[in-house]
DNA sequence: GCGCGTTGTTCACCACTTGGAAACGAGGCC
DNA sequence: GGCCTCGTTTCCAAGTGGTGAACAACGCGC
């Protein structure tokens, strides 16, 4: 956030996370727009965590995962925003072999109650896999 | 670009490519304010982009394709603004043979639909072929 | 032993995909 | 105008895949 002199030319910061006001400036003005940086950087920043414990944390919150759980929610989480095939879900949460194809669907449904509070949400890609991401990533203008 | 009235609370657009001045403002503040929006348009008018997953991402947003219309999307994204022939759209769909003409047109129709939410667009030009788009790319100066 | 969370299984139901058919409309050509 | 082609749109049917509820078994802490 750049402050400019009243008789300076203005810049041109092409980086969205960069934006400036003109002295002298309303208060509530630069309040509006170091809130509105602060909003994107926390839409482009933000990144789940599963920390050793089993506890997935996102944007301040978090949720207690089981044990099976917390195996494929660290294969979404690797691959944030991106497709994970239903084999390699598979792989990771049963390496000797899955036990029904069915076992993993169950288990989806059970994560994505489970992580319903912290504005995270599964999404099915038919026939590909699924992709974790932010429940309000695609509701964005 | 907004243009915010002298006693009007401050809007907070999330977008990058929206922005918003107090008036009354300085030209030279107002015209910096639109080079910057068009410089990150310049930047952020990528391609649409098929992804290894068959999702379709474009400016943040993304879908996922049914098998055939990923195949019609990676042709006509190849050629993103130009036009693509309806044979060539057949074959890339079904290489060995297209089941009936009719066929393309209901893919067609169905893909637009989908692309609707992604401000994509597919235009007609008759017995040329079809072409894809930026949903507003002839609203712009 | 008891209660609770976790796990796996089954099953009914729903949603998506695809191709086929047909109605409809817009435009060009005679 | 009449006719034809091209394109749009809606409907249907079959096959497939994903959802979600119900249930039973297991293990662990108290």
Redesign the interface.
């Known amino acids: 956030m750049l402050l400019v002199a009243p008789d300076a030319?203005?810049?041109?910061?092409?980086d969205?996370l960069e934006d400036w006001v003109?002295l002298p400036a309303?208060d509530?003005?630069l309040q509006?727009?170091m809130?509105?940086l602060s909003?994107?950087a926390d839409?482009d920043l933000a990144q789940p965590d599963l920390d050793e414990d089993g506890l997935l944390r996102y944007r301040g919150r978090w949720t207690a995962l089981s044990p099976v759980e917390r195996l494929l929610a660290s294969a979404l989480v690797e691959r944030f925003g991106?497709?994970v095939s239903r084999e390699g879900l598979a792989r990771r949460a049963w390496p000797t072999g899955a036990p029904t194809r069915n076992a993993l669907d169950v288990h989806m449904l059970r994560l994505r109650r489970r992580i319903e509070g912290l504005s995270l949400e599964v999404r099915t890609?038919?026939?590909?896999?699924y992709l974790l991401q932010d429940a309000y990533a695609?509701r964005?203008?």
């Open positions: 030319p203005p810049p041109l910061p092409v969205p003109r309303d509530r003005d509006a727009r809130a509105t909003a994107r839409v991106a497709v890609v038919r026939s590909r896999g695609d964005r203008p």
